[in-house]
């Protein structure tokens, strides 16, 4: 039977197929790896190596050691006590893990990964990020071998993160008093359901996620063979979970569409016979269903939107890589008195990625912004937002709180994604994604395969060469990005409920 590794815990919590497809699948369907997915692995590792030459304590590095002799001398140096082992290996009772750092605390060893990532989700000024359960699953795994060899300091772990700290990880502690549940009771899910779908007692299916499936080697695999089933995950935001919800009556999306949801409500129509699925959910997936599985299918408004009227517009995308922390591009489309032959595109390029870089085009932008008020601004999502404010806070110089907030005021500022497409239209589409809508309403990217992680690996590029080609790659899906955020604000304006 294959070992239990970290990397398949990994994958296990962003997708339990990933795992029954890397085991099973026919090699020859995966997709090629993509180019942005081949950065990661290139900056993981350059970081990595970066850290590990940095340590200025003594350390025994395990590296170029392979199998069996890389976990013998790991044990031998446990056994003698060596303080910090880097690239070690230890497995037990089908466990196996390679942590990147064992280190020893009193009378045992406890491990850690170096990630070329922040080691916490969420976080502010105010509050504390949380442990990120994608690693701690991978830390857990050497924490029990750990025990099991007898050899541990107890169920704590530690991330050195992209930022260079270090990330502690109390694995037996609870998330919060609301949350009575530790990473180490989550990690012992995983373990067992992986052990389960290597010995075959459990089946999984494919579930699409826009933000997990397409960066993955099995996505056209997948893709197809939930269009063939017509699975229910193809609705927009009908997860893995709501989809077990429904199975025992719903199999699909044309069953979905074909059902009275009246039919499935208990308690005096407050609840539905699926567990974690309100009335409201019910009736709002056989809407979609119904709209999806119709031969002519439009996006509807499902509430009322109101929005600014300026004679001039600014479509507004931002290009970032959160590997390198900056905030790459700033690009506008400007059209003016709703003429799109007005149209033209106004980009911000940092061209190193240095703070003085990221600073100079933060602060053009924002001059650029200030100097065409009074206007409305369009942007697809809250990540615009969120960056500018986390770049105010980083370049205070350029403008002050005050003048951040009064340009995203309401009234001024649209989020068309959150503020009217998530809240108040129906589309006939299996996501909501920018590239999704623009496309239903006819728009077409200049680039073959446009996405924000394909910029990201051409900025890469773009630093390492200066080939002003790929430079102008950027440029390009970034302007297409702002005139489809256009297209899709005109698709909105002429919607009728």
């Not at 970290?6 to 997708?15: E, I, N, Q, T």
């Not at 029954?20 to 997915?37: G, H, I, Q, T």
């Not at 067992?192 to 459990?202: T, Y």
């Not at 890469?460 to 200066?466: A, G, K, L, M, S």
Request: contains cysteine; negative net charge.
């Amino acid at each position: 039977m294959n070992p239990i590794t970290a990397s398949m815990l990994y994958d296990f919590v962003a997708c339990p197929h990933r795992v029954s497809m890397d085991l099973f699948a026919d090699p020859a369907k995966r997709d090629e790896v993509s180019p942005f997915v081949q950065l990661l692995w290139e900056r993981g590792f350059s970081h990595e190596q970066a850290v590990i030459g940095a340590l200025e304590i003594p350390f025994l590095d395990l590296s170029a050691v392979r199998g069996d002799d890389k976990e013998r001398l790991t044990l031998e140096a446990m056994n003698r006590g060596e303080a910090l082992i880097y690239n070690g290996r230890i497995s037990a009772n089908g466990l196996l893990g390679i942590p990147d750092l064992l280190r020893k605390e009193g009378d045992g060893y406890v491990a850690g990964d170096i990630k070329s990532g922040s080691g916490e989700d969420g976080g502010s000024d105010d509050e504390e990020g949380k442990p990120k359960i994608r690693y701690g699953v991978q830390v857990a795994l050497y924490t029990d071998i750990l025990e099991q060899l007898g050899r541990s300091a107890g169920r704590r772990a530690f991330i050195w993160d992209i930022h260079g700290a270090e990330v502690p990880y109390d694995l037996a502690a609870f998330y919060g008093v609301r949350k009575p549940r530790s990473l180490w009771q989550d990690y012992q899910e995983c373990l067992s359901e992986v052990r389960a779908i290597i010995s075959g007692a459990e089946k999984t299916e494919p579930a699409y996620s826009s933000g997990v499936c397409k960066n993955c080697v099995w996505y056209t695999a997948c893709i197809k063979s939930l269009e063939n089933m017509n699975d229910l995950t193809l609705v927009p935001f009908l997860g893995r979970s709501m989809r077990a919800s429904l199975h025992s009556h719903i199999k699909n999306i044309q069953e979905l569409a074909e059902i009275n949801p009246e039919g499935f409500l208990t308690d005096k129509g407050r609840k539905t016979i699926f567990g974690g699925v309100g009335p409201d959910t019910l009736r709002k997936m056989h809407a979609r269903a119904k709209l999806i599985t119709s031969k002519d299918g439009k996006p509807y408004l499902r509430a009322p939107v109101s929005l600014p009227v300026s004679e001039r517009e600014l479509f507004f995308d931002i290009e970032t890589d959160p590997m390198r922390d900056i905030c790459y591009l700033h690009g506008f489309v400007e059209r003016i008195g709703g003429d799109n032959k007005t149209e033209k595109f106004v980009a911000f390029f940092a061209a190193n990625p240095t703070p003085e870089d990221e600073e100079r085009a933060f602060a053009q932008a924002w001059e650029y912004m200030r100097a065409n008020v009074p206007c409305a601004i369009y942007y697809y999502s809250k990540y615009e937002r969120t960056i500018y404010r986390k770049l105010r806070a980083k370049y205070p110089n350029v403008c002050s709180d005050a003048d951040m907030e009064a340009l995203f005021e309401p009234t001024q500022a649209v989020d068309l994604y959150y503020d009217v497409v998530f809240k108040a239209t129906e589309w006939p589409t299996r996501d909501f994604s920018i590239k999704t809508l623009a496309k239903h309403l006819g728009f077409a990217w200049r680039d073959t395969h446009p996405s924000g992680a394909a910029s990201i690996e051409w900025f890469n590029r773009w630093v390492e060469t200066q080939d002003t080609s790929i430079k102008q790659r950027i440029l390009d899906y970034n302007e297409d990005d702002c005139q489809a955020t256009r297209i899709l604000l005109d698709g909105i304006r002429l919607m009728t409920a």
